[in-house]
């Protein structure tokens, strides 16, 4: 219908043109070039000066979209080129969130070796090598040319820093978080991946800050980062135990609250007694275990050789009271008494200890005690029960195997 309108349109401007043509078609123009002469009505010079005119700019555009052609082929392929990487891109990054790095690697090679790939292939592919632990080939694709592109720092700096630690190469690992800092801030996976590296590096002091921010941005709950903080205080009053001054300080900048933690308060002692410092040690032992109760605690309480052992033994007997059901008390409360020779009152322990639980430590303690009275028939036979639960327990599916040997 559209086309039939036009059509009789086109026909009507015609009519039109013709009979304006016949009504005034008076004029003349007149061409001299001597020798030469032309006259045409001037109807005709119009129309041939309108044909003239259409054919000058059909050519006009001709030319004009012949010297465009060479750009556009240029351009076509480049699309193309453009769109093949981008899927294969898109199937490296496919095959990265399904755990295939092989896949995923090889499609990103096949990506960057499509003429303007983007450097975001390298990335993929350097991150999909770091998870086959192909530690060359990541460091590779990090330091392409197209993967130094300003936008894609962000990303190549934190893969970079995760190489360097899993390379066994903290300090680089810290230098590139560093630089990522400056240029992004601090955002939580490069906080995540700072965590892993102070605690590689045994930078353990510089932990529980890193936990208080991860705490606050909903990584870890509460009492996660609690077990986490009190594990990087315990590693880091370990590697001071043969640093006076510096196991003091650190000790002394903990909170009461933090003292008095289980795994802090026996690494803080055992740094104290390496060093000498039994008193020391005792004190921090016996103030956690009067607020938090555990038995590794006592058992390292009596380890504790300070000079007044009766005074020691006094303060720690009263604690049967609430836990007269555990045999870990009772066997350090054994080796306190022996240490202070009561003899009965040891193997009272002793045995009260077995009574409870029949475990290979408390028999060769009873052992070695009998032994050093003269009686070596006991003795034997504590020692040999106490060879037999420790094979036993060697033996176990739980136990690694380097152990059972």
């Given amino acids: 219908m559209r086309a039939l309108l036009l059509l009789l349109l086109l026909g009507a401007v015609a009519v039109a043109i013709a009979l304006f043509a016949r009504v005034y078609d008076a004029g003349y123009v007149l061409v001299v070039a001597p020798p030469y ?5 001037l109807n005709a010079f119009i129309v041939l000066g309108v044909i003239g005119f259409g054919l000058l700019y059909a050519l006009l555009r001709f030319a004009s979209r012949l010297s465009r052609l060479p ?50 292939a390298a990335l993929i592919g350097a991150r999909a090598a770091l998870e086959t632990r192909d530690f060359v080939g990541a460091a590779a ?33 810290l230098a590139r978080l560093s630089e990522l800092k400056r240029d992004a801030g601090s955002h939580t996976a490069a906080l995540r991946l700072e965590l892993r590296t102070l605690m590689n590096s045994g930078r353990h002091a510089e932990v529980p800050a890193l936990l208080e921010q991860l705490t606050k941005r909903k990584v870890y709950e509460p009492e996660q980062a609690e077990l986490l903080r009190a594990a990087a205080h315990a590693e880091a009053l370990q590697t001071l135990a043969g640093d006076p001054a510096g196991l003091r300080a650190y000790w002394n900048k903990l909170s009461d609250n933090d003292r008095q933690l289980s795994k802090i308060a026996l690494a803080g002692a055992r740094s104290f007694m390496s060093l000498g410092g039994d008193r020391e040690a005792a004190e921090i032992l016996a103030r956690s275990l009067e607020r938090h109760w555990d038995p590794q605690l006592a058992l390292a309480y009596a380890e504790c050789r300070v000079p007044d052992g009766t005074r020691q033994l006094e303060r720690a007997e009263p604690w049967l009271q609430q836990h007269s059901g555990d045999a870990t008390l009772l066997h350090a409360l054994g080796r306190l008494c022996e240490r202070q020779q009561l003899w009965g009152k040891a193997q009272t322990y002793y045995e009260a200890s077995l009574a409870l639980d029949d475990g290979w430590r408390a028999r060769v303690a009873l052992g070695e005690m009998l032994a050093r009275l003269g009686r070596h028939d006991a003795a034997n036979a504590h020692l040999a029960a106490a060879l037999k639960l420790a094979i036993d327990v060697l033996s176990r599916d739980d136990v690694p195997a380097p152990f059972r040997q």
Avoid at 37 to 41: A, D, G, Y
Avoid at 148 to 164: F, I, K
Wanted: hydrophobic content about 40%; aromatic content about 2%.
């Fill in 71 to 120: 750009r556009e082929v240029r351009e076509h392929r480049r699309a193309q080129h453009v769109e093949r990487a981008r899927a294969r891109q898109d199937a490296a990054l496919v095959g990265l969130l399904e755990g295939r790095y092989g896949r995923a690697r090889q499609a990103a090679e096949d990506a960057l070796a499509i003429p303007h790939s983007s450097g975001l």
């Fill in 141 to 173: 694709l990090l330091s392409r040319p197209d993967a130094q592109s300003p936008s894609l720092r962000v990303p190549r700096l934190m893969l970079a820093a995760e190489l360097a630690l899993e390379e066994g190469r903290p300090a680089d690992a």
């Fill in 37 to 41: 002469r032309l006259e045409v009505s």
